[in-house]
């Protein structure tokens, strides 16, 4: 006789959360053009994303495109699809939640940007990313998973720092760039 099943995958899930404030010298309309109106762009100013392309379809009411995809040149992932679930210029936050091409382990990942002007050449990037994984295994990663999307997170700050404040993209982008050319 066989023993009863205990399906992890369907009972366990482990939430990750990781928040991030940081400041660039730079005026919040050229920060909010980066990051949202050219949301589909993000491959051309992070090297975390090697390129990104934007999704065709319908978009929420005042977004630039419905999503994007991107290719992902961080360990566990490949390509991942995007979908932007908010978008506000008025109070300069967007939502994004991706799609598909995340791990086995993870089931669910969303991030949150909200933009806040502190003078006339400074802006205040909030971001909060939640993931979701499921199983034992799952939960044994988080710590792992956590770390490593906190260093992706320190990259893209200073990616966007960089392309924000001196209007070009950071050398280690400008390198990838060069590379993808050749």
């Known amino acids: 006789m066989l023993a009863p099943r205990f399906d992890f995958d369907q009972r366990m899930t482990t939430t990750v959360s990781i ?5 660039v010298d730079a ?3 050229r920060v909010w053009k980066i990051t949202a109106e050219d949301f589909a762009n993000v491959g051309s100013w992070a090297s975390q994303i090697p390129n990104s392309t934007a999704h065709a379809g319908e978009a929420i009411e005042g977004a630039p495109t419905a999503g994007r ?5 961080v360990p566990g992932f490949s390509k991942i699809d995007e979908a932007l679930t908010a978008y506000d210029p008025a109070e300069r936050t967007f939502s994004y939640e991706v799609l ?5 382990l993870v089931t669910k990942a969303s ?4 933009l806040v002007e502190l003078g006339p050449n400074q802006t205040r990037i909030e971001l909060r990313g939640m993931f979701e994984t499921r199983g034992l295994l799952g939960r044994v990663m988080a ?5 490593n999307l906190t260093r992706t997170s ?6 966007l720092r960089h392309m924000a404040e001196k ?7 400008r390198k990838q760039l060069d590379k993808a050319r050749n």
């Open 27 to 29: 005026p919040i309309e």
């Open 111 to 114: 991030n949150q940007w909200h």
């Open 69 to 73: 995809t991107c290719a992902i040149a």
């Open 143 to 147: 710590p792992m998973l956590k770390l």
């Open 100 to 104: 598909s091409g995340l791990p086995k």
């Open 154 to 159: 320190k990259i893209i700050e200073s990616d």
């Open 19 to 23: 928040d991030r404030d940081f400041v």
């Open 167 to 173: 209007g070009v993209p950071s050398p280690a982008k």
